[in-house]
């Protein structure tokens, strides 16, 4: 390999896309074009970038599998930014580990494990990141493997496991020299120092960071979750996902506890309903007559002189955890949260209102960085972004170098 590419690819790795395209910007075989791909991958162009990477491929021979290998993976990183995840990635995989690249195949697979942390499928994700060793891949390759570390275990509420983990990927950001992944290591660490959750109890609120969340889980008292939808005391739990009406009845008779909430006040929260008639009155009662089933065994409703009134079986304090700040679009982030996709048509049912109401919804969301999608047409799904995207080195057309 001439010193010209070898320049670039130390550029690459050390951060400077800038100055790995004023060593190959002008050159066309398969390794420049595929140095130019990665460089304007990092840049932002990821049309550019694909098409680079497309043509390195297109330009390798027969024999260098390996280097076309690397050409998918990278593409299939582009396409994850782009939420578009790469089918040919466990195929690229596979020939990097058949021709002993486990460097770049570890690569690949924290590209894969970052994949199904973005579509909500933790056991997946847990399972092929324990198949990958950490110890030796180099500093900015441990890194993206700590951040994959900590990103589950957030989504698991297990934030000490987490900040450990962030501990080890800023010893080995810093150690790689590279601003951008030193910056989402930072990012991904305030996280876990900001505001999660308000915990509502007796009137009163505060917030709660992650750690907090998790601590709440252990708690005897009887919770309304607004981030999953549920209701539960430790073991037992209720879901309301697919019951907005009944889950918006909860929460607020559980906001009153110990007191009681007027019929009033219940239609306006469950139904919209400004001004309750007969109807409205008849259609709380057979809500309640739901909710009563849904929560028996944790809870009992029963009627007041004024309205309704939570009385816990069991829990001696009923509590609710919502959002930091509630908004107008609250219910729809609120079935995304748990990091499952839905297509828009599902959540529409889920919510007992039109699909274009929740499309709406779902692109202003968009344009707020609050949700994203993959997919196209009726393949479309949304869900709510796992983790911060952390920067990893992209692929090279030749090993990496060391350290």
């Known amino acids: 390999m001439d010193s ?27 390794p420049a074009l595929a140095l130019r791909g990665i460089a304007m991958a990092q840049l932002g162009d990821l049309d550019r ?15 260098e599998a390996v280097a076309r290998a690397r050409c998918v993976v990278a593409e299939a990183e582009i396409a994850l930014v782009s939420r578009w995840p790469a089918k040919a990635l466990d195929a690229a995989r596979a020939t990097l580990e058949k021709h002993g690249d486990r460097l770049n195949a570890a690569h690949a697979g924290h590209l894969k494990v970052r994949r199904l942390l973005l579509i909500g499928r933790l056991d997946e994700a847990e399972d092929v990141l324990g198949g990958l060793d950490p110890m030796p891949l180099p500093p900015a390759s441990r890194a993206a493997h700590e951040l994959a570390v900590a990103g589950i275990a957030m989504r698991r509420l297990k934030t000490k496991r987490a900040r450990r983990a962030l ?21 991904a660490f305030l996280a876990l120092d900001t505001p999660a959750a308000r915990l509502i109890a007796a009137g009163e609120q505060r917030s709660l960071l992650l750690e907090d969340v998790e601590a709440l889980q252990a708690s005897p008292a009887l919770l309304v979750d607004s981030f999953r939808y549920v209701v539960r005391q430790q073991e037992k739990t209720v879901s309301l996902a697919t019951r907005p009406v009944l889950f918006a009845l909860a929460r607020t008779l559980a906001e009153a506890w110990p007191g009681d909430v007027s019929r009033a006040r219940l239609i306006a929260q469950a139904f919209g309903g400004r001004h309750a008639d007969e109807s409205h009155r008849a259609r709380l009662r057979v809500e309640i007559g739901r909710l009563r089933t ?27 955890l919502a959002r930091p700040i509630e908004e107008r679009h609250a219910a729809v982030l609120a079935f995304l949260a748990d990091g499952e996709s839905w297509a828009s048509s599902a959540l529409a049912l889920a919510l007992g209102t039109g699909q274009r109401s929740v499309q709406r919804a779902l692109e202003q969301l968009g344009e707020a960085g609050k949700v994203q999608f993959f997919g196209h047409g009726r393949a479309r799904r949304w869900m709510t972004p796992p983790v911060a995207g952390f920067t990893t080195t992209l692929l090279l057309p030749a090993p990496l170098p060391s350290g």
């Open 4 to 30: 010209l590419i070898t320049a670039a690819a130390l550029a690459l790795a050390g951060g400077d896309p800038l100055g790995a395209l004023d060593r190959v910007a002008l050159r066309e075989d398969p």
């Open 294 to 320: 849904e929560l028996r065994g944790l809870a009992d409703i029963g009627a007041t002189s004024q309205g309704f009134a939570l009385a816990p079986r069991q829990a001696r304090e009923v509590l609710v």
């Open 167 to 187: 501990e080890w990927a800023r010893h080995a950001a810093r150690q790689a020299g590279i601003a951008g992944l030193i910056a989402e290591v930072d990012r």
């Open 49 to 63: 970038a694909k098409a680079l990477l497309r043509r390195a491929a297109r330009g390798f021979g027969p024999k």
